[in-house]
């Protein structure tokens, strides 16, 4: 069963009430425009690179207003609404980059933890170390919908395509990838990778991204997309600023693509072994 999915781009600012407010705004644009699933970005709810800001504004997921914004749109619009990810205080003061996905009801039907801190020193003096105050997620799941199987991934995730070529194997159809991409690494890898996670596993993929000159002065790549099981690229959004992308999913397709490409099925257990030249032997020839 085909269903229409949309990507929201926001340029989060400090203020997670604000923040909320304009979800809520794209989410509705979303929905007019005929989507039943509505994917926002990686950290909806603050980007904010002062931690002791950060801190002071966070709450625990029972007090989340991005949290709560998403639950009331789901139950408002009759939607699945996936928050990508936002800032959830934990119990031993640190922090859970958090994606929820929840149900036309209201109800939380999944959550995800980013798995891969984003630990990287840019050549452009960027440095970042998610790990100095956020707590790596360490479970993978592949959610049953009614529309589809979906598989869950946060940014810098899509470095790693074991992840995504478990959860295909688990029997994802469509895997999300909500994303605050650097502006430099996003020229150079965004759509690339994207595009590679699509083809080598034969799946959707839906990235909804952060875009354009935050307040705390971080520059995100934006250029949300949807590209699908054949990495054709359905929909896309520019660079800066606010937008909303929609497309069609026919589950079908990834069918047809694993028709086409059974590197699933045709994948083999292997071994790896380091040897050093001067003994692999044989003769030149």
Known sequence: MSFKAAAVQMCSGV????NAAAMARLVREAVGQGATYVQTPEMTG???????????VLADEAHDVIVRTGSELAVELGIHMHVGSTAIALADGKIANRGFL????GRILNRYDKIHMFDVDLDNGESWRESA????????????????????????DVRFPA?????????????TVPAAFTKQTGEAHWEIL???RAIENGVFVIAAAQAGRHEDGRETFGHS?????????????GATGEAVIVAEIDP??????????PNLRNGREFSVEKIAGAIAGGVAA
């Not at 203020?15 to 604000?18: A, E, S, T």
């Not at 603050?46 to 002071?56: E, G, S, T």
Request: hydrophobic share 55%.
């Open 15 to 18: 203020d997670p009430v604000k």
């Open 46 to 56: 603050m980007l904010q690179r002062d931690r002791a800001a950060a801190r002071a």
């Open 102 to 105: 929840f149900g036309p009801d």
């Open 133 to 156: 105050a956020y707590t790596a997620g360490s479970e993978a799941r592949v959610l049953s919908l009614p529309f589809a199987e979906m598989g869950f991934a946060i940014c810098y």
């Open 163 to 175: 992840l995504f070529r478990a959860q295909a194997v688990a029997g994802a159809e469509v895997m």
């Open 194 to 196: 994207l595009r590679a």
């Open 225 to 237: 997309m949807i590209i699908d099981p054949w990495g054709t690229v359905l929909a896309s959004a």
């Open 252 to 261: 079908a397709a990834v069918k047809a693509a694993h028709d086409k490409i």
